[in-house]
């Protein structure tokens, strides 16, 4: 019925049978996709967004189809939908433009579509598979300064990039927005922070596709149209693909530079990320003076004599050091014996309070068709139970660690 009046230009008329639609069945995405090219037609933009992306929020099946009242081919509901909101994006209503006054009624006559061909669902199609498009925020808006990162780095710049558009945009609170970026701000700062979460460096959604979903299931709650634990759960997948709150894997250690290049790599691209707001000062100046101290040459031992040895206690002999395999902790593996050495110093430095009196071993060992790798551990540890309370703690610090033996 509300179809119906629609086609015959009596808005107000259809906009009360959707209401009443939507109200019996917040989920009925026929009602949502009416009510929206209502709303699109009449200049109601941001009410027709909100009804297009609770019609995308819902993902219908393929064979919900729009039936069309003037015997063309019915087409799916989430393809309109989809198609009607880019319309909206890209032209000058769908970046905040003045509404169009509602007209009062339109003659239908006979053999007419109900929709002319000017009309949302006569536009090109949208390219499949792509996602909802939103409003350039002002961090990514002309004129801020173009940073130039390698690929990887790209990447990660991207991932803080979307995090703070989230919060900036009220979809992400600032607590949430300083746990997640304390659990992996690793990634920005490799010498001076805890090895953020594995795999930061790989593509990512942009910034619009992003934050529109999140727009979208957000409206489609606030409609009914899913529940809250529908949009809990994929609020969560979106947000914890993007930067994990608590990461289940950790990146390897990264190797500070090993000649004056790399150092002056490592300075620029800090730089880069001081004037892109992506590190504070503080943070800047402390990765600064790591980077520097890694490329120092080492001072001079200091020349002394060495003690005398102490003569054992009267009645005690002196105890012999032990030998044989001793308690130890497995914290890391790496491809080559030099990057096991300067992955012992970061780690050491990172975990100073856990791993400070313990010495380093490195072995190692053949693991068939994954090649060779040269495990690092720590110790020695009195015995298998300080080990795994060793292990429990760096874990607590998303650190690798198992319970190992040294001196095999």
């Known amino acids: 019925?509300?179809?119906?009046?629609?086609?015959?230009?009596?808005?107000?008329?259809?906009?009360?049978?959707?209401?009443?639609?939507?109200?019996?069945?917040?989920?009925?995405?026929?009602?949502?996709?009416?009510?929206?090219?209502?709303?699109?037609?009449?200049?109601?933009?941001?009410?027709?967004?909100?009804?297009?992306?609770?019609?995308?929020?819902?993902?219908?099946?393929?064979?919900?189809?729009?039936?069309?009242?003037?015997?063309?081919?019915?087409?799916?509901?989430a393809e309109i939908a989809r198609q009607n909101l880019a319309v909206i994006e890209s032209g000058p209503e769908g970046l905040g433009g003045p509404p169009r006054a509602m007209p009062t009624q339109r003659p239908m006559t006979p053999g007419t579509a109900p929709f002319a061909q000017s009309s949302p669902m006569a536009m090109p199609p949208r390219p499949p598979g792509s996602m909802l498009a939103v409003p350039v925020t002002p961090v990514q808006a002309a004129g801020a300064p173009q940073l130039k990162f390698a690929d990887g780095d790209a990447n990660i710049v991207s991932r803080f990039t979307t995090l703070r558009v989230l919060r900036d945009q009220g979809l992400v609170a600032p607590d949430e927005f300083n746990a997640r970026r304390q659990s992996n701000v690793g990634a920005l700062l490799p010498l001076t922070s805890p090895p953020p979460a594995s795999g930061l460096d790989r593509p990512v959604p942009t910034t619009e596709q992003i934050v529109g979903r999140l727009r979208a299931i957000a409206r489609a709650l606030e409609m009914r149209a899913i529940t809250v634990a529908q949009h809990s759960s994929e609020r969560a997948i979106i947000l914890d693909g993007l930067m994990p709150i608590a990461p289940s894997v950790v990146a390897n250690p990264a190797s500070p530079p090993l000649n004056l290049l790399d150092a002056a790599d490592a300075v620029r691209r800090l730089e880069m990320l001081r004037e892109g707001?992506?590190?504070?000062?503080?943070?800047?100046?402390?990765?600064?003076?790591?980077?520097?101290?890694?490329?120092?040459?080492?001072?001079?031992?200091?020349?002394?004599?060495?003690?005398?040895p102490l003569a054992p206690a009267a009645g005690k002999e002196a105890q012999p050091k032990a030998k044989?395999?001793?308690?130890?902790?497995?914290?890391?593996?790496?491809?080559?014996?030099?990057?096991?050495?300067?992955?012992?110093?970061?780690?050491?430095?990172?975990?100073?309070?856990?791993?400070?009196?313990?010495?380093?071993?490195?072995?190692?060992?053949?693991?068939?068709?994954?090649?060779?790798?040269y495990r690092l551990k720590a110790g020695p540890l009195p015995d298998k139970a300080m080990a795994a309370d060793v292990c429990n703690k760096l874990k607590a610090r998303r650190q690798f660690c198992d319970p190992a033996f040294m001196g095999e």
């Open 1 to 77: 019925m509300g179809l119906a009046q629609l086609a015959r230009g009596n808005y107000s008329m259809a906009d009360n049978y959707f209401q009443r639609a939507l109200k019996n069945n917040p989920k009925d995405v026929h009602a949502m996709l009416g009510a929206g090219i209502l709303y699109q037609n009449t200049g109601q933009t941001a009410r027709s967004r909100a009804m297009y992306e609770a019609v995308l929020a819902s993902q219908p099946r393929d064979t919900e189809r729009f039936m069309a009242l003037d015997g063309q081919p019915s087409r799916p509901i």
């Open 277 to 308: 707001g992506y590190v504070a000062p503080e943070e800047y100046e402390r990765e600064k003076k790591s980077i520097e101290a890694s490329i120092a040459p080492p001072p001079p031992p200091p020349i002394a004599k060495a003690p005398a």
């Open 324 to 373: 044989g395999p001793q308690a130890a902790v497995h914290i890391a593996s790496f491809r080559s014996q030099k990057e096991a050495e300067r992955g012992w110093a970061q780690l050491k430095r990172a975990h100073k309070e856990l791993l400070g009196n313990l010495d380093s071993e490195i072995s190692k060992i053949e693991l068939g068709s994954k090649g060779t790798f």
